[in-house]
């Protein structure tokens, strides 16, 4: 078993800037990739970005890229999400997950944060 706690969010003008964190417990977590979901009421959970084990390869959406930035530390079994540019179309339910192999579809992950509210204001 993997515990993630979601961590970060709260309420930011646009344009705005704000770091979420996820930490890790239980099992290793260098053996699993992390991702970030997000969900906005009335729709599907979709894919935010995501970064293999060692941290060397990472993947955005088309909706965030240049904006974001995912990191990880190993040694701190910890997993980061920076937001910058922030848009209100960005406010969401943002969730980590963990699994054996990093891709974009919420059914790969095996393991979830509790997710953490992020509203971007216009």
């Known amino acids: 078993q993997v515990q993630l706690v979601d961590s970060g969010g709260g309420l930011v003008q646009a344009g705005g800037s704000l770091r979420l964190s996820c930490a890790a417990s239980g099992r290793t977590f260098s053996n699993y990739a992390m991702g970030w979901f997000r969900q906005a009421p009335g729709k599907e959970r979709e894919f935010v970005a995501a970064?293999?084990?060692?941290?060397?390869?990472?993947d955005y959406s088309d909706s965030v890229k240049a904006r974001f930035t995912i990191s990880r530390d190993n040694a701190k079994n910890a997993v980061n999400l920076q937001m910058n540019s922030l848009k209100p179309e960005d406010t969401a339910v943002y969730y980590c997950a963990a699994a054996l192999v990093a891709g974009r579809r919420p059914n790969r992950y095996d393991y979830w944060g509790q997710g953490t509210q992020v509203t971007v204001s216009s």
């Open positions: 970064i293999t084990r060692s941290g060397a390869i990472t």
